[in-house]
């Protein structure tokens, strides 16, 4: 897959801002040439001003204008919301914020996240089902929410179910939408109790999904269990993406032997319905008997001009052979 669309933060242009907008949109415009020239920077650090007045509007506007200019999903995630929170939550360990205003934040986090869709990077779907959920006892959910949609822009269908999920939900959920991929994630550390029982269930399923543990509790040691653990945004993506790969080259393998399995079967039919012998047909068409007898049992991947003379030998079309 392109690599092109994890760049680093692409430069976005400024949005433009009409005279008679209200005030809070002035956030959106350069206050300096040094802003004017490292516009990626300076939105981010608008977006973390937004949070902290408890701009709705304007944090919304900051990552649609940054995300529709052509910064990825992954960039924004990384660089606008993570740091961002962060700030959020030294403000408020030095006294400078309340709960009330971290909460605002956090919430509006959650609201500008989906934003995010107006990139130019969200990928068409993939076929696939992923699932994220946060463990059981964990309120921390923004990065859960970041991650499904980083998650939704390569093409997974994603389903997030957010804070505090307990496991027999995640497993029960899990099996009836027949998901590949889920992903658990934990901040507070008495979340690490679940992270066990979670993957047990997960593993204990007819068609068990890939397990993925990410945030902070990727580095767990109750997490060593899980099939992939991920501590960041980027690694998480990388992981995801690698499986889709490998479930796809999968798929197209299963796909290419049931399609030789099923031209076996009538090229047998064919033959024994003619009383000839696997050797009789083999001559007839000048080809080995082993191979014949290979792809009769779908052990071959024949080419159309060996199915061609096949097919002349026994009398029949070469669609007769491919689609019986
Ligand atoms: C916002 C916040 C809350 C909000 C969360 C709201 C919400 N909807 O998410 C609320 C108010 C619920 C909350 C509650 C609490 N919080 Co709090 N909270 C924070 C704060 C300020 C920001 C967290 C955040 O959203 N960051 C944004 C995300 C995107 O970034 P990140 O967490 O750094 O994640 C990075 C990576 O881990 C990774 N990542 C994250 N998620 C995922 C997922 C996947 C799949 C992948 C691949 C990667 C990945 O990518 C990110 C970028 O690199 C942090 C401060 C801090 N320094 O982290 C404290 C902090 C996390 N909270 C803390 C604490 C202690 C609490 C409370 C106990 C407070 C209390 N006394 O009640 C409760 C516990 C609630 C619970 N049971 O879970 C501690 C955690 C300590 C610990 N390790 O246990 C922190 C670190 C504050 C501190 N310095 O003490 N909190």
Redesign the pocket.
Known sequence: MASSRDGPLARPTEPTVKANEPKRLSLLRPTSPSEAGLPGEALSERFALALERGDEAGARQIVRAAASNGASPLAL??HF??PA??R???A??LGRLG?AE??L???I??AAAHELRASAAYEPSNGLQAL?ACLP???????????AELLRSRGWETSYLG??TPVSAVADFAARRQTQLV?L?G?????RESVAPAVAALRALVEPPTV?V???A?SWPESAGADLR????A???RLADSLAERLHERSEAQSLASHLGAIGERLSALRRERGWSQSELADAAKLDRTYVSGVERGKQNPTIGVLLRLATALGVRIDKLLLG
């Open positions: 995630a990384e919301f993570a929170m962060m959020i939550g030294e408020w360990e709960i971290e909460h934040a956090s919430r986090c959650e994220v006892g964990e309120w921390h959910a923004l990065g859960a929410l970041l991650f804070a505090d992903v994630t901040t507070y550390a008495p979340a993925l990410g945030g902070r990727a991920a501590g960041s945004f690694e998480g993506l």
